[in-house]
């Protein structure tokens, strides 16, 4: 008979997936999942400020922008005091990766996919316009598409792509990283 692993030795295997996925991924900190991330109470925001994150005081409530300056090569650069929201989300790949339902290799494939449909969108927005890879993905999306309305002809043609692009990717994350009813670390 084996000996079941201890709990600290399940917990210590569960650490390690996540660390290895979300190491390759970043999509909940890089813009591309959300725009913001709200502050908790208990989170100190003095701290923050001198970690690099600028908050600010918008509707009532404490946040930051993302794409997140403290993400850096797909690593938080300031993990063991990351806001509360960061701490509790788990998108549904990790998620169903922790609770075995899918492999380590099959979530990864899917973060991979999503990766390369946001360099796919990024090309194009190139091609329509100038684009500021410091602004979330959505906002980014959305001026230039405001800002190619007129396009006309086969100069719409990237437009139309983009905008099919995009609507794929968050159909996507909907279904398959975004988590219903659960607070996310940012909004979408
Ligand atoms: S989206 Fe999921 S896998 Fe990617 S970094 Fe966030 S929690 Fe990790
Ligand atoms: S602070 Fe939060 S949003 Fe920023 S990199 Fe760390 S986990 Fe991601």
């Given at each position: 008979m084996t000996d079941r692993p201890s709990i600290e030795q399940t917990q210590g295997a569960i650490d390690s997936l996540a660390e290895r996925l979300c190491r390759t991924c970043g999509l909940c900190c890089n813009g591309v999942l959300f725009h913001l991330v709200r502050l908790q109470t208990g989170d100190l925001l003095s701290e923050f400020a001198g970690l690099g994150l600028k908050i600010r005081r918008k509707k009532g409530s404490d946040q930051f922008s993302q794409p997140c300056p403290a993400l850096e090569n797909c690593q938080c650069t300031i993990y063991s005091q990351r806001p509360t929201r960061c701490r509790r989300f788990e998108c549904q790949q990790l998620q169903r990766a922790v609770q075995g339902k899918i492999t380590e290799a099959e979530?990864?494939?899917?973060?991979?996919?999503?990766q390369q449909r946001v360099r796919q969108i990024e090309t194009l927005m190139e091609t329509l316009g100038k684009s500021d890879p410091k602004r979330p993905l959505m906002k980014r999306y959305e001026k230039v598409?405001?800002?190619s309305v007129a396009l006309i002809g086969e100069e719409r043609i990237p437009r139309i792509e983009l905008e099919r692009e995009m609507e794929e990717l968050q159909w996507i994350l909907d279904r398959e990283f975004r988590v219903i009813n659960q607070e996310g670390p940012g909004e979408v």
């Amino acid at each position: 008979m084996t000996d079941r692993p201890s709990i600290e030795q399940t917990q210590g295997a569960i650490d390690s997936l996540a660390e290895r996925l979300c190491r390759t991924c970043g999509l909940c900190c890089n813009g591309v999942l959300f725009h913001l991330v709200r502050l908790q109470t208990g989170d100190l925001l003095s701290e923050f400020a001198g970690l690099g994150l600028k908050i600010r005081r918008k509707k009532g409530s404490d946040q930051f922008s993302q794409p997140c300056p403290a993400l850096e090569n797909c690593q938080c650069t300031i993990y063991s005091q990351r806001p509360t929201r960061c701490r509790r989300f788990e998108c549904q790949q990790l998620q169903r990766a922790v609770q075995g339902k899918i492999t380590e290799a099959e979530a990864l494939l899917q973060i991979q996919g999503v990766q390369q449909r946001v360099r796919q969108i990024e090309t194009l927005m190139e091609t329509l316009g100038k684009s500021d890879p410091k602004r979330p993905l959505m906002k980014r999306y959305e001026k230039v598409m405001a800002e190619s309305v007129a396009l006309i002809g086969e100069e719409r043609i990237p437009r139309i792509e983009l905008e099919r692009e995009m609507e794929e990717l968050q159909w996507i994350l909907d279904r398959e990283f975004r988590v219903i009813n659960q607070e996310g670390p940012g909004e979408v």
